[in-house]
């Protein structure tokens, strides 16, 4: 069987944590964890032409990631992210900016790529500069199948850009508060199904996946809705485990298993990662069927 191709597109960084800096970025975090699943998946974002740089390509290209569409710049620095982990169940970030992410120019060969692959995901952190921005609704309109994870991070971000990516999208990822914010924008939150339905009728935005943090995630495709429990596990941080939930509800679904199969190996990936520092951590498919065969269900 050939290969699924995956894009993923935006920022690519270092998480500046108290015990040192770790690879990350939603993206790249995403398309680490689909080349571990077996998936083809490329990288486009944009690194500066300084240490950081050379040692996040390096990370990047040990991988195994494709990283011909990552482009490099004099201008701007490599970007990097100060973590805050006082809280291990509310981690939060501190995004330096500008940096050489927030510039990443619109070539020939990407829009190619994307144009000739099965999936394209993209976040709205990434559409927080006007030069990354422009260069993200060009690419979208190119991709086939195009996946929205929702990203919002304090103060960089729009309505305006939010809702225009939610109305170019066929899938939707984001949390519970993310999903509260967004529906408050047209009605007061009322039930989490309802929301869920207004969003994907508003959009147009066919398959939405809500993620509850630890208590597991709930999914809205083909007119249905399918829900995991999440697994009790022990933390070590919740850096990555949204971004490869993500990834692994994407390989599910790419390879054709059912949207209930897809969702209960997403939730279990997302709290394996949960029992690692950082977001890249590796593991097999037989420590992921070990956690969802041994570990207990939430609730």
């Known amino acids: 069987m050939k290969k699924k191709k995956v894009i993923c597109f935006g920022e690519v960084l270092w998480d500046m944590l108290p015990t040192g800096k770790l690879p990350g970025g939603a993206p790249m975090n995403v398309a680490f964890h689909l080349n571990n699943f077996g998936v083809d998946a490329a990288l486009i974002s944009r690194i500066g032409t300084d240490d950081l740089g050379d040692e996040l390509l390096d990370f990047m290209q040990q991988s195994g990631l494709d990283t011909s569409l990552v482009q490099r710049g004099t201008t701007h620095l490599t970007g990097v992210v100060k973590v805050n982990m006082d809280d291990h169940n509310e981690v939060t970030y501190k995004i330096v900016q500008p940096v050489a992410w927030d510039y990443i120019l619109l070539e020939e060969k990407a829009v190619r790529t994307v144009a000739e692959s099965d999936c394209f995901v993209f976040g709205s952190l990434a559409a927080r500069n006007p030069g990354t921005r422009e260069t993200l609704y060009e690419m979208v309109k190119s991709a086939p199948f195009k996946v929205f994870d929702v ?10 850009v939010v809702e225009h990516l939610l109305q170019e999208t ?7 508060h993310e999903l509260a914010l967004i529906a408050s924008w047209h009605n007061p939150l009322t039930d989490e199904k309802s929301a869920i339905r207004e969003l994907a009728q508003r959009y147009e935005t066919p398959t939405v996946c809500v993620t509850r943090g630890g208590a597991g995630a709930i999914l809205w495709k083909d007119r249905k809705f399918y829900e995991s429990k999440g697994f009790e596990v022990k933390l070590k941080d919740t850096i990555g485990s949204g971004d490869s939930f993500l990834a692994a509800l994407i390989d599910g679904l790419l390879k054709g298993a059912s949207p209930g199969e ?20 590796t593991f097999s498919q037989d420590d992921i069927q070990n956690l969802a065969n041994n570990a207990k269900r939430v609730g």
Do not use: F, I
Request: proline residues 5%; aromatic residues 6%; glycine residues 6%.
């Open 170 to 176: 066929d899938m939707v990822k984001m949390n519970a």
């Open 151 to 160: 990203n919002l991070r304090e103060p960089y971000y729009t309505r305006s």
């Open 262 to 281: 897809s969702l209960e190996r997403a939730c279990a990936v997302g709290s394996l990662v949960a029992t690692h520092q950082g977001a890249t951590p």
